[in-house]
């Protein structure tokens, strides 16, 4: 599973990357963006950059004083390999497991990482594993982490700061995806609210159209989902086993998972408080039996699968126009039948 999930995160930023320099591809932070909130699997043409042009892009990034993330995303940032799978790894990464995770990049335990160490990271994920970490080709991440001169140390804070603004900047992309386009532009649909949740999990396409068919029949119009609740709904899925334990435990206790026990468990696993129409939105949806309650095999056995079935989802995906067409018509068929 693992060597599967390695092979498949290869071929899509190989694919998805829009930039070459010296052998290498490059995504830029438009490329990172597309990639995280597309289903679709395609190829990008590839732009060769020459010397110049690579040592602007670099020279431009600017290093704040006060740790700031943001230009990773921009359209002139450089985002190598080994960036793009550091990147995606802490895109599901738990507040509280934040500090394991530097505590292992941090191999002296000093309390910083330096460049060395993270490039002792990197070689996992580059063919050439020898020399000197430091005759890596410059990333717009490695500048900001380690500033121009690669003398600078990421601390603890700053570590936190990365994962925040990544995790802040690819859930509002996703969010807007979503967005009316009309009127309540900071806000959501509860059919788009499903699709950004569904999308994450492991549900057929039967199930997914069912679903999205029951949020329409009763939220057809309702634009009621705003970036906050949307942001603590996937801080919980971030925090899925830590919430999987705790409903288990009343599961085997014989308690029922009403409205109730589900906020108090989300809140005990992430520390935010579900709103009530996220709660009932959820119960809605996901309570087939119609008893007011959920069972493990309503909601946890959905939505615990996510990034190993994203990838796998955006490289099944067809990508020629016949595949595309025979995909359109039998999804409609499925939805047919839903």
């Not at 990147?87 to 309390?111: E, H, T």
């Not at 520390?271 to 095999?297: C, M, T």
């Not at 955006?314 to 020629?320: A, C, I, N, R, S």
Request: charged share 30%.
């Amino acid at each position: 599973k693992q060597w599967y999930q390695r092979r498949v995160r290869g071929e899509n930023f190989s694919a998805r990357a829009s930039l070459e320099y010296n052998g290498e591809y490059f995504m830029t932070g438009r490329d990172f963006i597309e990639g995280w909130i597309s289903d679709d699997y395609y190829e990008k043409s590839k732009i060769e950059l020459y010397e110049s042009e690579y040592l602007t892009m670099i020279d431009s990034v600017r290093v704040p004083r006060e740790p700031c993330f943001n230009m990773l995303f921009s359209s002139t940032s450089l985002i190598s390999y080994p960036d793009y799978v550091f990147l995606r790894s802490i895109l599901y990464r738990p507040d509280d497991l934040s500090v394991k995770s530097f505590q292992m990049l941090d191999l002296d335990q000093n309390g910083y990482i330096t460049i060395d160490e993270y490039y002792a990271l990197c070689k996992m994920f580059t063919k050439n594993d020898e020399g000197d970490p430091k005759q890596h080709l410059r990333t717009t991440l490695r500048v900001l982490l380690f500033d121009h001169n690669d003398e600078d140390v990421v601390s603890l804070d700053k570590f936190h700061r990365l994962l925040k603004d990544v995790q802040r900047n690819c859930l509002k992309a996703e969010f807007n995806k979503f967005r009316s386009k009309v009127n309540k532009s900071d806000m959501i649909s509860v059919q788009g609210f499903m699709r950004a949740l569904l999308r994450r999990t492991k549900v057929s396409q039967i199930q997914r159209a069912r679903f999205i068919d029951k949020s329409e029949a009763v939220y057809k119009t309702l634009d009621a989902i705003t970036f906050k609740q949307f942001q603590s709904m996937i801080n919980l899925l971030n925090n899925f086993s830590d919430f999987e334990v705790a409903v288990r435990m009343y599961q085997i206790a014989k308690k029922p998972l009403g409205r109730d026990v589900f906020k108090r468990a989300a809140y005990i696993c992430c520390g935010e408080h579900l709103d009530d129409e996220i709660v009932d939105i959820l119960f809605y949806i996901f309570d087939e039996a119609g008893d007011g309650h959920l069972s493990h095999s309503e909601f946890v056995n959905i939505m615990k699968e996510k990034e190993t079935n994203v990838l796998a989802q955006q490289k099944e995906t067809p990508h020629t126009v016949g595949q595309y067409f025979r995909k359109c018509v039998r999804n409609e068929m499925l939805r047919s039948y839903a």
